[in-house]
């Protein structure tokens, strides 16, 4: 390993880094807000550390990752993520009655687990960053642990993430003996002459693994139980860093491993696909909780993904990329007022704690209506332009029944979300007007900015599209 | 610069209005109401001083234009035109904006900054409509009148307005999103053919297309129209939603909303796919006689004043779209007469619903009867703008419904005759309307207060507007013209190309 390669791994040796100084940091001094401190300035640090590595870009280090500006870009993406959701975590905590400084820890890990992913270029590094990911998030499902539905949820979520991770295991295991290699790229031109069966079984292994993380239909449900029993922030980030670094990996495994063109592996997610944006609208319809309809939303609007993922060319690539943008910004914003809703002792996930928001508590109100009218891929919201995108990536690969039931099933999901709108816009009984505490100002800071940047994508959004290219096209 | 002041002081107003409203509901009011007054003057100005000019317009120019690059990486133009079709529907557009504001002075009595936001944005989503001449813009300003006009109904809507609102959302989102991949389709089919991606619509005019994908991407784009319009299987979300909206809703819903399906028929269905809407024209204009008579007889079995009126919509625009497909000159200025004139009356007809609303808080015809003695001018009114309704010649419906009748008796003598049945039936349910609830004795001893200086004020420009379009629409027809013999030169060149 040369300098040059340290050079490149900065972001991440930043990010492990700040790991160990906060881990020493709680354990020198208990304090809230200079760990928070100490996060957000290793995360800023991260964040500035993209520009140093990106003239060396790209460049492979070791066989197991590669540092190229799609890396770069999704580091980026993730850092951002796990930023807003430190902040978004620091007022929950702050209402709770727990130790808060460790969720700091677990949350630095997680995202450095996520950046690997990004960045794998081969089995044992997938498999890796995956666990960190994982084993951190068990932690931070359950972390309310007084309280028994994160426990449960926790427990949930650590048992079906361990078999999934075997599955996996087991997977790699198969393309390894049928391939005998585990880098992504030496994958390519065999896949297309070795079509036995170890291998089809192999990916077919794989992709439970990938999409038991994804939480794509059939292996959504664990989702609305641990969405719902999660603290709001976790939430979050399950949602966002998670799922987005999942899915930058499985545009770079399958893509670069040639395995996207295999057109056995094309209709398993086709199928997919299809089942996950019908079963996740049309589920979200029956339910009344607000986590929980926001966990069957993101399995729909991965659902989405999939068909920009199973389209073709550059254009496909540029979708699923602007499409989580969009994704991260909405699905922040849309938890993020759920976790400022919520009190010392429940989250604000009932239907009923909207009733009549807009009287009581306008700001949230009106920021909660743009992520959900996004979600809803309503213009003037980044959700727009990505729906936008995403149906032109399918439309250009003509895959006209697939851009049918996208269509189809966005309808479906306008019912739900247009529920929890008219709740929020309903008058107020008369005797429960209580006009609730301010926002604080963390939780203030990163939802008008992330409806700033909401409005400002889906108005104008040629600044990012342009970023976006150039980082793919080099 | 002046086509996007147009859209822009309503969009600001908006904002400013409900800021506004914070320390005063009236300076709200106010704002709302000097924005749409500015955009009609300035309209105005532009329309008298063009008038001269405009029928001498050669057909490649429009009246004004503004062209910004938006999104280049999807060809994407920021590109807003305007000829002499968007300027009379502008028109429309802004002073049925003001009456809307004016509408609402007491009725609306909560959230009124949140509410004249709503109705200014509508407004300025309806204005980009009608200006847009890129594809991608039209889809845009199409979907974002579709909000505020969501809340519009859903926050101050009458009883069943949740119902209402979420079916009117839902029909128009999925109507708009297949027009949405009728539109992708024919910038893939543009580009496979010329290399060039762009949502130019003049560009794509001249797109070669296969008959059977032109035939596809057509039914698209009329199926997104004929949700608006209404056509008649796809009009189930119009009575509830007029029924239910407040009244400046329900102007805007009749007024305006359903002329923006109209405008896409004449802008885009018929130019773009001249071949397909051929075909399609024998279906499309059986389904407007339908249009025509089913709405007449349902408006004629309503007892809810708002419904009976809203029924009356399905009917008269159904001579709109029979005069889109039949497609000669005639029929077209009948079309685009009617459409302002249907407008006009319509908009007034849902007012007087309002005021008889605030009075008497019922719509139900049932329980009025004798207004005429209580109420005299407000029932004058009622009654001229029934007549009006039913195609009193001298009065705006009259001309543009005749001249459609005259030109489609040249395509067909049966549709004729039965749209003919149709202007009968409009006098049963109009005259019904009248006699039920202003005729007769005041059984219910109704003491109603009469119209006000601001409700005289509202209606009495309506009165003459309808009545000039009656007895001389001569400036809509010059205006229109120019515009007019563009859409038929694009479509028969496209024929020509295509064959």
């Known amino acids: 390993m040369t300098g040059a390669d340290g050079i490149a791994l900065l972001p991440l040796i930043v990010l492990a880094g700040t790991s160990v100084l906060v881990m020493v940091g709680i354990a020198v001094r208990r304090s809230h807000r200079f760990t928070l401190g100490l996060t957000l300035a290793g995360l800023t640090a991260a964040f500035g550390s993209l520009w140093i590595a990106a003239p060396l870009a790209p460049r492979q280090v070791t066989p197991l990752l590669v540092i190229d500006h799609y890396a770069l870009f999704y580091f980026g993406l993730l850092i951002a993520g796990g930023f807003a959701v430190a902040l978004l975590a620091y007022d929950y905590l702050a209402k709770v009655d727990i130790n808060r400084e460790e969720l700091y820890l677990l949350?630095?890990?997680?995202?450095?687990?996520?950046?690997?992913?990004?960045?794998?270029?081969?089995?044992a590094s997938f498999f890796l960053g995956l666990e960190m990911l994982s084993v951190s998030l068990y932690a931070m499902v359950a972390y309310l642990h007084p309280r028994r539905q994160p426990l449960e949820a926790g427990i949930k979520y650590l048992i079906l993430a361990a078999a999934s991770a075997a599955f996996l295991l087991f997977g790699m295991a198969l393309v390894y003996a049928g391939l005998g290699t585990m880098e992504f790229g030496r994958m390519a031109h065999m896949l297309e002459t070795g079509n036995n069966v170890m291998l089809i079984s192999g990916l077919a292994l794989i992709i439970t693994g990938i999409g038991f993380k994804l939480a794509v239909v059939p292996f959504h449900l664990w989702t609305p139980d641990v969405y719902e029993g999660a603290p709001a922030p976790v939430t979050a980030f399950i949602a966002t860093v998670s799922k987005g670094a999942m899915f930058a990996l499985l545009l770079r495994y399958f893509y670069r491993s040639g395995a996207a063109t295999n057109h056995r592996i094309r209709l398993v997610f086709i199928i997919i696909a299809i089942a996950s944006m019908l079963a996740g609208n049309l589920l979200a319809l029956l339910q009344s909780n607000v986590k929980r309809i926001l966990a069957y939303s993101s399995i729909a609007h991965m659902g989405y993904l999939l068909v920009a993922f199973l389209a073709s060319g550059e254009l496909a690539v540029e979708a699923v990329t602007f499409y989580l943008v969009a994704y991260f910004i909405t699905t922040l914003g849309a938890f993020g007022v759920v976790s400022a809703l919520s009190t010392h002792d429940r989250e604000a996930e009932d239907i009923d704690d909207y009733h009549a928001l807009f009287c009581r508590r306008p700001a949230l109100a009106g920021v909660f209506t743009l992520m959900l009218l996004s979600l809803a891929g309503i213009p003037v919201t980044a959700g727009f332009i990505g729906k936008f995108y995403i149906v032109?990536?399918?439309?250009?690969?003509?895959?006209?029944?697939?851009?049918?039931?996208?269509?189809?099933?966005?309808?479906?999901?306008?019912?739900?979300?247009?529920?929890?709108?008219?709740?929020?816009?309903?008058?107020?009984?008369?005797?429960?007007?209580?006009?609730?505490?301010?926002?604080?100002?963390?939780?203030?800071?990163?939802?008008?900015?992330?409806?700033?940047l909401l409005v400002w994508f889906g108005i104008y959004p040629e600044p990012l599209l342009r970023l976006i290219r150039t980082v793919l096209r080099a | 610069m002046i086509l996007l002041c147009l859209i822009a002081i309503l969009f600001i107003a908006g904002i400013l209005a409900w800021l506004a409203a914070r320390w005063s509901a009236a300076a709200a009011r106010w704002i709302a109401l000097a924005a749409t007054a500015a955009d009609f003057i300035i309209d105005l100005i532009v329309w008298l001083r063009h008038y001269g000019e405009i029928s001498l317009l050669p057909h490649n120019r429009w009246i004004e234009e503004l062209d910004w690059n938006w999104i280049p990486r999807f060809g994407i133009h920021f590109h807003l035109a305007m000829d002499g079709l968007s300027l009379l529907l502008l028109m429309l557009t802004f002073f049925l904006g003001i009456v809307s504001v004016l509408v609402s002075w007491n009725e609306i009595k909560e959230r009124i900054g949140f509410f004249h936001l709503n109705l200014l944005w509508v407004l300025a989503g309806i204005t980009g409509v009608f200006l847009a001449l890129d594809l991608f813009l039209f889809y845009f300003a199409w979907e974002l009148m579709l909000v505020p006009m969501y809340f519009l109904i859903a926050l101050w809507g009458h009883e069943r307005r949740q119902y209402a609102s979420v079916k009117f959302f839902i029909f128009t989102q999925l109507s708009g999103l297949l027009m949405l991949i009728a539109i992708l389709a024919l910038y893939f089919t543009h580009h496979a053919a010329t290399r060039v991606y762009t949502f130019e619509y003049e560009q794509l005019l001249g797109t070669p297309l296969s008959s059977s994908s032109a035939w596809w991407m057509m039914l698209g784009f009329f199926v997104a129209f004929a949700v608006k319009l209404p056509v008649v299987p796809l009009h189930t979300w119009l009575p509830d939603a007029h029924t239910e909206a407040p009244t400046a809703g329900s102007v805007v819903l009749a007024g305006l909303l359903l002329k923006t399906g109209a405008y896409g028929m004449l802008r885009f269905v018929v130019p773009l796919f001249p071949d397909a809407a051929r075909q399609f024209a024998p279906i499309a204009m059986v389904l407007a006689v339908i249009g025509i008579l089913y709405g007449g007889l349902l408006a004629f079995g309503q007892s809810d004043f708002k419904r009976l009126v809203a029924y009356t919509s399905v009917s008269h625009l159904g001579?709109?779209?029979?005069?889109?497909?039949?497609?000669?000159?005639?029929?077209?200025?009948?079309?685009?007469?009617?459409?302002?004139?249907?407008?006009?009356?319509?908009?007034?007809?849902?007012?007087?619903?309002?005021?008889?609303?605030?009075?008497?808080?019922?719509?139900?015809?049932?329980?009025?009867?004798?207004?005429?003695?209580?109420?005299?001018?407000?029932?004058?009114?009622?009654?001229?703008?029934?007549?009006?309704?039913?195609?009193?010649?001298?009065?705006?419906?009259?001309?543009?419904?005749?001249?459609?009748?005259?030109?489609?008796?040249?395509?067909?003598?049966?549709?004729?005759?039965?749209?003919?049945?149709?202007?009968?039936?409009?006098?049963?349910?109009?005259l019904r309307l009248v006699q039920r609830a202003f005729h007769g004795p005041n059984f219910h001893d109704w003491k109603l207060a009469d119209l006000n200086k601001r409700e005289a004020f509202i209606l009495m420009p309506m009165i003459v507007v309808l009545l000039w379009i009656g007895l001389y629409p001569l400036p809509l027809l010059n205006t229109f013209r120019p515009a007019m013999e563009r859409l038929q030169q694009a479509a028969n060149s496209m024929a020509a190309l295509r064959r």
Do not use: C, K
């Open chain 1, 392 to 452: 032109v990536a399918g439309a250009s690969s003509a895959m006209w029944a697939l851009v049918i039931i996208l269509v189809v099933s966005s309808v479906i999901g306008l019912f739900y979300y247009l529920r929890i709108v008219a709740a929020m816009y309903a008058s107020p009984e008369r005797d429960a007007i209580e006009t609730g505490s301010r926002i604080s100002a963390a939780s203030g800071a990163v939802l008008y900015m992330l409806a700033v």
């Open chain 2, 319 to 430: 001579f709109v779209l029979l005069g889109i497909f039949a497609w000669n000159q005639l029929t077209l200025q009948g079309a685009l007469i009617t459409m302002i004139a249907h407008g006009i009356s319509t908009g007034a007809l849902f007012v007087i619903a309002g005021l008889l609303q605030e009075r008497m808080h019922t719509r139900e015809m049932g329980r009025m009867s004798g207004l005429w003695s209580t109420a005299p001018r407000l029932s004058g009114a009622a009654l001229f703008f029934a007549l009006g309704s039913l195609g009193l010649p001298g009065l705006g419906d009259f001309v543009g419904e005749f001249l459609v009748l005259l030109g489609t008796y040249r395509v067909s003598l049966i549709l004729t005759l039965f749209a003919t049945i149709g202007v009968l039936i409009a006098t049963f349910y109009a």
């Open chain 1, 107 to 123: 949350l630095l890990i997680a995202t450095t687990g996520g950046a690997i992913l990004v960045a794998s270029s081969h089995f």
